[in-house]
């Protein structure tokens, strides 16, 4: 048992060639999976989409159980908000054969998958060192994806005719048509609640496009803590803290 554990560790805490890309299908299942929920959650449940759903869970209770048995601290990663949003995403998907189909809206609840993806920045940042350099983009347009499959699976799901032959394509036109404020007009949402929600796409949507722009045309900033003054941010060649002058030491592509 404790050699197991440790080979748990080594593929997901190590720096090896192996670990790095088993972290890296990590990465690539989780996309997989968010796409997956989305792309169904307003679609009719048969048996191949509800083996689909539970095959997809399992492989998540796997990974929720393989970083709780490694954890040094088990009670803190259980509160952590991407532990807490996996729970919910997996009892929901292991109820997909008992949720009858005029509960299907419950499965927007698998959108919270999508805050897993911040988890995984963690790993990103350990591991890639493009990442390291362009940070502060890829979070932005990390932000602003996350917000637009929650809002066109939330459209989706809540406002959407059940009839519509290209429901999930209606709600993502929808959503970036009023997150652009474009406003083509061939699809609104007529309700109270519904002009309420495009509202609040609107303001968070164009908030999100203004803060991707700044960290694509604005100079980039690694993330390395000043060890005398404790500047957090620094230009990816600088040797000394704007701040304080202290000798920076920052890995770097060309560092041996």
């Known amino acids: 048992m404790d050699r197991l554990k440790q080979t748990v560790k080594f593929l997901y805490i190590?720096?090896?060639?192996?670990?790095?890309?088993?972290?890296?299908?990590?990465?690539?299942?989780?996309?997989?999976?968010?796409?997956?929920?989305?792309?169904?959650?307003n679609m009719p449940h048969g048996p191949g989409l509800t083996f689909a759903s539970l095959a997809v869970g399992f492989i998540i209770l796997l990974d929720f159980?393989?970083?709780?048995?490694?954890?040094?601290?088990?009670?803190?990663?259980?509160?952590?908000?991407?532990?807490?949003?996996?729970i919910v995403v997996i009892i929901s998907l292991l109820?997909?054969?008992?949720?009858?189909?005029?509960?299907?809206?419950?499965?927007?609840?698998?959108?919270l998958r999508l805050i897993h993806s911040y988890h995984l920045l963690r790993d990103l940042?350990?591991?890639s060192q493009f990442f390291r350099t362009h940070e502060d983009a890829v979070i932005a347009a990390i932000n602003l994806l996350v917000f637009v499959f929650a809002t066109s699976t939330a459209v989706l799901v809540f406002f959407i005719p059940e009839d519509s032959q290209h429901a999930y394509i209606d709600a993502l036109y929808f959503t970036m048509a009023t997150l652009t404020t474009t406003g083509f007009g061939d699809i609104t949402l007529a309700t109270p609640g519904g002009k309420?929600?495009?509202?609040?796409?609107?303001?968070?949507?164009?908030?999100?496009?203004?803060?991707?722009?700044?960290?694509i045309f604005m100079p980039q900033k690694v993330r390395h803590k000043c060890p005398s003054c404790?500047?957090?941010?620094?230009?990816?060649?600088?040797?000394?803290?704007?701040?304080?002058?202290?000798t920076l030491r920052i890995e770097t592509g060309g560092t041996s």
Request: proline share 4%.
């Open 95 to 111: 109820l997909e054969p008992f949720l009858p189909g005029n509960l299907a809206f419950v499965r927007i609840l698998r959108a």
């Open 65 to 86: 159980l393989a970083r709780l048995w490694i954890a040094k601290d088990r009670w803190r990663l259980l509160r952590k908000i991407y532990t807490l949003a996996d």
């Open 14 to 41: 190590a720096h090896e060639p192996v670990s790095v890309w088993f972290r890296y299908c990590l990465i690539l299942f989780d996309a997989v999976s968010i796409v997956f929920f989305v792309s169904t959650a």
């Open 125 to 127: 940042r350990r591991d």
């Open 196 to 215: 309420l929600f495009s509202v609040f796409i609107m303001v968070v949507g164009v908030a999100l496009f203004v803060r991707l722009a700044q960290a």
């Open 230 to 246: 404790g500047l957090y941010r620094h230009d990816p060649d600088a040797v000394h803290c704007k701040h304080c002058g202290g």
